[in-house]
Every structure is written in structure tokens, then in C-alpha cells.
């Protein structure tokens, strides 16, 4: 098994920004891809970023590409995601996930291990 941990939880105004981390623990060795989920009220959790474990990839959604940046240290079994110009749409409850599936994968079905998320809050 594998257990994802989420930090960063913040309030921030538009225009501002936040960084979010997700340390990793377990069976580190059994996970090739890990990526950001979130997900607001009432809404569907969408995908946001994937970053491939080994290679380094990276994939991002329409909606962040060029505002947000994911990264990873294997060394430290973390990922982090660097979120700048945020938008009041942003805000959501984040998730960190890891896939046994090599690639960078964009859909909840292909991760295999959850963090419980932390919540990011935009104001207007």
C-alpha cells in the first residue's frame, strides 16, 4: 500500500499563490506516475496535473497550463504543485494521487491511491 499525504492548505486573493506538497509513504516502489486532482462543491473531482515518476513528464489541464507547475524529488518521495495566478475558479478541495500505470494518466479510474486532500480557497 501506499499512503499520500497533503499539505498546503490555504485562503489566498486572486492573482496570488500557493504552493501544495504530497509526501509519500508505503510501498513507494510500486507507483510509476503521480498527478493532482480537485475537486469543488457539487462538482465532478477533474484532473489537473500528472508528473511520470521516473521520466519526469509532465501533463497539465487546459485550465492551469501555464499558471501551475508539478514536480518531484523521488529522493524524498514528494510532489509538489506550484499554483501562481490563481482564480477564484481554482478554488477546490485538492487531491494527490499515485498510478501503478506507467504514463501520464488524466483519469481518477487509473490512480490507484488517494490523499486525503487539502482544501485551496481563492477570493474575489
Known amino acids: 500500500q501506499v499512503q499520500l499525504v497533503e499539505s498546503g492548505e490555504g485562503l489566498v486573493q486572486a492573482g496570488g499563490s500557493l504552493r501544495l506538497s504530497c509526501v509519500a509513504s508505503?510501498?513507494?516502489?510500486?507507483?510509476?506516475?503521480m498527478g493532482w486532482f480537485r475537486q469543488a462543491p457539487g462538482k465532478e473531482r477533474e484532473f489537473v496535473a500528472a508528473v511520470g515518476w521516473i521520466s519526469g513528464n509532465t501533463h497539465y489541464a487546459d485550465s492551469v497550463k501555464g499558471r501551475f507547475t508539478i514536480s518531484r524529488d523521488n529522493a524524498k518521495n514528494t510532489m509538489w504543485l506550484q499554483m501562481n495566478s490563481l482564480k477564484p475558479d481554482d478554488t477546490a478541495n485538492y487531491y494527490c494521487?499515485?498510478?501503478?500505470?506507467?504514463?501520464?494518466?488524466?483519469?481518477?479510474?487509473?490512480?490507484?491511491?488517494w490523499g486525503q486532500g487539502t482544501q485551496v480557497t481563492v477570493s474575489s
Open positions: 508505503g510501498r513507494t516502489s510500486i507507483y510509476y506516475g
Open positions: 494521487a499515485a498510478s501503478r500505470t506507467t504514463g501520464l494518466r488524466v483519469f481518477t479510474y487509473e490512480y490507484n491511491f
